[in-house]
C-alpha cells in the first residue's frame, strides 16, 4: 500500500534537489500566512480530534498535548518563518582534495532523500518536521498517531496546497492517513524509498523503530540524565543547578532524573538540595547513606537507577570517588546529557571526558540540551545514538554528502 | 553466549578511551614485528584452512582469497605500520559556540564504542579492521567466516599477545571463534553492548544485517557503476576511460557495470567502444539500438541493468538526453559511483549534482573510489549510504562527537 507512496516521494525528492532556497524560502513564509488564514479549517479538525480524545476518556494532560490554540497556530507559523530564515546547509563545500594525478575532489553536502518519521500525538511536530526536511530539501512522509489524525490532515491539506500554489510538487509533503500499526510496520520496510527514519515520541515507540526499521533509523528522545555532586561542589549552585534541572520542566528528555552524590558532602552540601527539592514537591529515592543523611527519603531500588521519570521523582546514589561516579553514570544512563558540579577543574575534565552522553555539562544545568539553546536556529530532536548525529540536531543533520571528482581522462594504473 | 563478550567489550572500549596515541601506535608496530615473527604458526594455521577448502571442492578463485603468502603477510604487517603513522581522528576539537549565556560548548571527535564487524573469507580482514578500530579507539567484535576460522584465531592470539605485551587489556580485539549462522544473529542483535556493526562481503551478507539488525550499520560495498558517453565525449578518452573501469580489476565494487551512451554517438565512438572491449574478452549486452549499431551484441533483459557483474561483462542502454541518462541512472545504480565523459561544462555539472551517488565523477574512472586514492590513508570500506559516512570511509568514519559544555552556575529560564 506504501510502495506507491514511497514512489512518488523518490520521486518528489529528486525534483526538490533542483529547487532554488530563494523559492523554498518563500513557500515556507506563504505556509506561515495560510495556517493563521485558514485558521478555522485545522481548528474544526482539532476539534473532531478533541472530541475522540474525549470519549475515550484520555487524561488531561494528554489532551493537552493534543490541542491546537490560537498562540500555539501562530506558534506553527511563527516556526515556518523562523526555518525559511534560517541558512540551507545545503550545496555546501564540506572539503577539497587536490590529488597527485590531477583529480580535483569536492566533498560536498547534498539532501538525504527521503525522510521518514513516525511520531505520536503533538500537531506541531507535522509543521515542524514538514519545515525542516523541506527546508534541506527533503521529501517527507509523515505518520502521525491516531490520536491527531483530523488535526494532522488538515496541516498537511495546508501545506500541499501552497506547494501546488508556489508551483512545486505537492509529494514534497505525504502524510500516511492509515494510523494502524500495520502502516508503521510498513513503513519500517520501506528502505527502498526511504533513506532515513526518524522516530519521535516515547521509548516504546522508538524501541519498535529500532528493532524492525530496515531503514536507517536516528534515535531520539529518551534521557535518563544524572547530575554528579563532587566533593568540591558549591553548594549553592549545586542546589539552583539541580533544582532547575529537575524542576523547570519535568516532562522532557534533559530533565535531571539521577543525582550521584560524593559521600564527603552528604552532610554538608545534600541536606540542602533535598529540603529545596522537597520543597518543590520532588520525591526522593536515595541508597542507604542517602537515606540515612537526610530524613524523609524513599528507599531506592536498583530499578530506579535506570529510569526515566518525566515526573517529580529523582534517585540519589552515594560514591566515594570521581571514578565510582562515572563508572555508575555509564552504566545507567540514556547517552544523552550528564553534569558535573565542582570547583576541580581536573575533575571536570576527566568527567567530560569519560561520561559516555552526546552532552556532557560542567557547573550547568542538564535542560540546556536544545537546539536552540545550542544556537542551531532550529531542532529535528535530540539523538542519543552515536552515528550520524549526536545531541542536538540542526538542520545539517538532515543532510549527506557526496564526492564529485573532477578529471582529464585519468585512469587507475 | 555473546552477552558476556559485549560486556567486555564495553569494559574494553572504556578503557580504550584512556589510551595514549602515542601508545597504540608503539602497539600497532609491534604487531607488524610480531606477525613475521610467528609466521609459522599463521601459516600452519592457514594451511588448515586450505585443506578444508580444498576436501569442500572451493573453486581456485574462492581458494585464492583464503590463502596467506608471505608477500600477504608482509602486506598486512604494513599495513599495521602505515595506519600507526596517520594522525588520530578521535579528541580533536570540530567546533565551538560561544553561547550569549556564558555557556562554552566544543564539540569534539570522540570513538564509537565498541565496533562488530561480519566479514566472509580474506584474513587479512581481521587485521586491517582490528588496526582501524584500535587507532580510533575502538574495541572491536570481529566475525569472521568459517572458511578462514583457523587464519582468524591464529592472527586474534597474535594481536591479543602484543595488547598484553603493552599492558592493554586484551579484549579491545575479541573473536567469535562459533562461525554458526547463530553466532551472526545474535551479534546483530547485541545492541546493548555494541554502537556500530559493519557488514564486509557480498550482497547476500548486507541485505541479511541491514533486515536484522538492531543496531546501525553502515552498509558497504556493491556497486552497480555506471558511464554515461555524453554527446560531446571525446572519443579516444571514453574508450580509455571504460576500458580501464571495466576491465582493469573486474571483481570490485567500483569497477564500471553498465554504459550509458548518447544515441548521437552509436556511430562515432560506440563502435570504438565495442571493439577495445571485445578485444579484452568483454560480453557486451545492449539493448536494440545498441545491437543495431555494432555486430557480436547480446540482447540485454531489463533484469541486466540492475545487475553488478563483477565479470567480464557490461550492459548499454542508449539515450536521448543527459535527463535520460541520469534518470536511467538513479533507477538502477546502487548509489556508488557513476562518470560521465563530456566536452560540455554545463552537463558534466548536471550530472554532478543530480546523478545520487557517493561519487560522481567527469571524465574519470570509477576505479578512483577509494580510500586509498581519495587520500584518506586508509579505508574501512565504502559505504553505499547516506547516514554517517558516504563513499570511502577513512579513519574518522570511525568516530563519533560530543558536546563538552562548559558553565558557571547557568540555568535555563
Given at each position: 500500500?506504501?510502495?506507491k507512496?514511497?514512489?512518488?516521494?523518490?520521486?518528489?525528492?529528486?525534483?526538490?534537489s533542483?529547487?532554488e532556497?530563494?523559492?523554498i524560502n518563500?513557500?515556507?513564509?506563504?505556509?506561515?500566512v495560510q495556517?493563521?488564514k485558514r485558521k478555522?479549517?485545522?481548528?474544526?479538525?482539532n476539534?473532531?480530534?478533541?472530541?475522540?480524545a474525549?470519549?475515550?476518556g484520555?487524561?488531561?494532560a494528554l489532551?493537552?498535548?493534543l490541542?491546537i490554540?490560537?498562540?500555539?497556530?501562530?506558534?506553527?507559523?511563527?516556526?515556518l518563518?523562523?526555518?525559511?530564515?534560517?541558512?540551507?546547509?545545503v550545496?555546501k563545500?564540506?572539503?577539497?582534495y587536490?590529488?597527485?594525478?590531477?583529480l580535483?575532489i569536492i566533498?560536498?553536502?547534498v539532501?538525504?532523500g527521503?525522510i521518514g518519521?513516525?511520531?505520536?500525538?503533538?500537531?506541531?511536530?507535522?509543521v515542524d518536521?514538514?519545515?525542516?526536511c523541506?527546508?534541506t530539501?527533503?521529501?517527507?512522509?509523515l505518520?502521525g498517531?491516531s490520536d491527531c489524525i483530523?488535526s494532522?490532515?488538515?496541516?498537511?491539506?495546508?501545506?500541499r496546497?501552497?506547494?501546488?500554489m508556489?508551483?512545486?510538487?505537492?509529494?514534497?509533503?505525504?502524510?500516511?492517513?492509515?494510523?494502524?500499526r500495520s502502516?508503521?510496520?510498513e513503513?519500517?520496510k520501506l528502505?527502498k524509498?526511504?533513506d532515513?527514519?526518524?522516530?519521535?515520541g516515547g521509548?516504546?515507540?522508538?524501541?519498535?523503530?529500532v528493532?524492525n526499521?530496515t531503514?536507517?533509523?536516528?534515535?531520539?528522545?529518551?534521557?535518563?540524565c544524572?547530575?554528579?555532586?563532587?566533593s568540591?561542589?558549591?553548594k549553592?549552585m549545586?542546589?539552583?543547578?539541580?533544582?532547575?534541572?529537575?524542576?523547570?520542566?519535568?516532562?522532557v528528555?534533559?530533565?535531571c532524573?539521577?543525582l550521584v552524590?560524593?559521600?564527603?558532602?552528604l552532610?554538608?552540601i545534600f541536606p540542602a538540595?533535598?529540603?529545596?527539592?522537597m520543597k518543590n514537591?520532588?520525591?526522593?529515592?536515595g541508597?542507604?547513606?542517602?537515606?540515612?543523611?537526610?530524613p524523609?527519603l524513599v528507599?531506592?531500588?536498583?530499578?530506579d537507577?535506570?529510569?526515566e521519570?518525566l515526573?517529580?521523582i529523582?534517585?540519589?546514589?552515594?560514591?566515594?570517588?570521581?571514578?565510582e561516579?562515572v563508572e555508575h553514570?555509564n552504566?545507567?544512563n540514556?547517552g544523552?546529557?550528564d553534569?558535573?558540579?565542582t570547583?576541580n577543574?581536573?575533575?571536570?575534565?576527566y568527567?567530560?571526558?569519560?561520561?559516555?552522553a552526546a552532552?556532557?555539562?560542567v557547573?550547568?544545568?542538564?535542560?540546556?540540551?536544545?537546539?536552540?539553546?545550542f544556537g542551531f536556529?532550529a531542532?529535528?530532536?535530540i539523538?542519543?545514538?552515536?552515528?550520524h548525529?549526536?545531541?542536538?540536531?540542526?538542520l545539517?543533520?538532515?543532510t549527506?554528502y557526496?564526492?564529485?571528482?573532477?578529471g582529464?581522462?585519468q585512469?587507475?594504473e
Amino acid at each position: 500500500m506504501l510502495e506507491k507512496m514511497g514512489q512518488l516521494a523518490k520521486k518528489a525528492a529528486y525534483e526538490l534537489s533542483f529547487e532554488e532556497t530563494t523559492h523554498i524560502n518563500k513557500a515556507l513564509r506563504d505556509m506561515a500566512v495560510q495556517l493563521l488564514k485558514r485558521k478555522d479549517e485545522i481548528l474544526s479538525a482539532n476539534a473532531l480530534d478533541m472530541a475522540q480524545a474525549e470519549e475515550k476518556g484520555m487524561s488531561s494532560a494528554l489532551k493537552d498535548r493534543l490541542l491546537i490554540t490560537d498562540k500555539r497556530l501562530s506558534g506553527m507559523a511563527e516556526g515556518l518563518r523562523q526555518v525559511a530564515s534560517l541558512e540551507s546547509p545545503v550545496g555546501k563545500g564540506l572539503d577539497f582534495y587536490n590529488r597527485p594525478n590531477g583529480l580535483k575532489i569536492i566533498k560536498k553536502s547534498v539532501p538525504i532523500g527521503v525522510i521518514g518519521v513516525i511520531y505520536e500525538s503533538r500537531p506541531n511536530v507535522t509543521v515542524d518536521v514538514f519545515a525542516l526536511c523541506f527546508k534541506t530539501q527533503n521529501a517527507v512522509i509523515l505518520r502521525g498517531g491516531s490520536d491527531c489524525i483530523n488535526s494532522n490532515k488538515a496541516l498537511c491539506a495546508i501545506i500541499r496546497d501552497c506547494l501546488l500554489m508556489n508551483g512545486m510538487n505537492e509529494d514534497y509533503c505525504q502524510l500516511i492517513e492509515d494510523t494502524s500499526r500495520s502502516s508503521a510496520s510498513e513503513l519500517m520496510k520501506l528502505d527502498k524509498y526511504v533513506d532515513l527514519l526518524i522516530p519521535r515520541g516515547g521509548e516504546g515507540l522508538i524501541r519498535t523503530v529500532v528493532e524492525n526499521s530496515t531503514i536507517p533509523v536516528i534515535e531520539t528522545g529518551t534521557g535518563n540524565c544524572h547530575i554528579y555532586v563532587d566533593s568540591t561542589a558549591d553548594k549553592d549552585m549545586a542546589v539552583k543547578i539541580i533544582n532547575n534541572a529537575k524542576t523547570q520542566r519535568i516532562g522532557v528528555c534533559n530533565a535531571c532524573e539521577s543525582l550521584v552524590i560524593h559521600s564527603s558532602v552528604l552532610s554538608s552540601i545534600f541536606p540542602a538540595i533535598c529540603e529545596d527539592l522537597m520543597k518543590n514537591g520532588v520525591e526522593i529515592r536515595g541508597d542507604e547513606r542517602a537515606c540515612e543523611a537526610y530524613p524523609g527519603l524513599v528507599q531506592a531500588s536498583e530499578e530506579d537507577y535506570g529510569r526515566e521519570y518525566l515526573d517529580l521523582i529523582i534517585s540519589v546514589k552515594t560514591v566515594d570517588s570521581l571514578t565510582e561516579a562515572v563508572e555508575h553514570i555509564n552504566k545507567y544512563n540514556t547517552g544523552h546529557s550528564d553534569a558535573i558540579i565542582t570547583r576541580n577543574q581536573k575533575n571536570a575534565i576527566y568527567f567530560m571526558e569519560h561520561v559516555d552522553a552526546a552532552c556532557t555539562y560542567v557547573n550547568a544545568s542538564t535542560r540546556f540540551t536544545d537546539g536552540f539553546e545550542f544556537g542551531f536556529g532550529a531542532e529535528i530532536g535530540i539523538s542519543t545514538q552515536k552515528l550520524h548525529a549526536r545531541g542536538p540536531m540542526g538542520l545539517s543533520a538532515l543532510t549527506s554528502y557526496k564526492y564529485q571528482i573532477l578529471g582529464n581522462g585519468q585512469i587507475r594504473e
